[in-house]
Nanobody, 118 residues
Framework: QVQLVESGGGLVQPGGSLRLSCAASGTDVRFSGMGWYRQAPGKERELVAVSTSGGSTNYADSVKGRFTISRGNAKNTVYLQMNSLKPEDTAVYLC????????????WGQGTQVTVSS
């Protein structure tokens, strides 16, 4: 059974940095894409950043220039370096992995809380 485990969340002051990590287990396939979403209280889940197996990346406008997504050397790992954090970045950050085969399957982690506050 595929599992995604996130780590690296926490409490940080505005302007600070955090690095989120996500590792998948339970499969040997390489995901077509891995990325990060976030969900703040009372708001819909939104895309933060995604990285495809081909090397392309895509970011939400609100995080461009501040966040960087990268795939790890180990298969099926993904990181999110978050700099210049703002209070509006506060949310639960969820790792997502997509496998495109005969069917497209999405997997989700449990999420890690990021709180930006002074």
């Amino acid at each position: 059974q595929v599992q995604l485990v996130e780590s690296g969340g926490g409490l940080v002051q505005p302007g600070g940095s955090l690095r989120l990590s996500c590792a998948a287990s339970g499969t040997d396939v390489r995901f077509s894409g891995m990325g990060w979403y976030r969900q703040a209280p009372g708001k819909e889940r939104e895309l933060v950043a995604v990285s495809t197996s081909g090397g392309s990346t895509n970011y939400a406008d609100s995080v461009k220039g501040r966040f960087t997504i990268s795939r790890g050397n180990a298969k099926n790992t993904v990181y999110l370096q978050m700099n210049s954090l703002k209070p509006e970045d506060t949310a639960v950050y969820l790792c997502n992995a997509e496998f495109i085969g005969i069917l497209t399957t999405n997997y989700w982690g449990q999420g890690t809380q990021v709180t930006v506050s002074s």
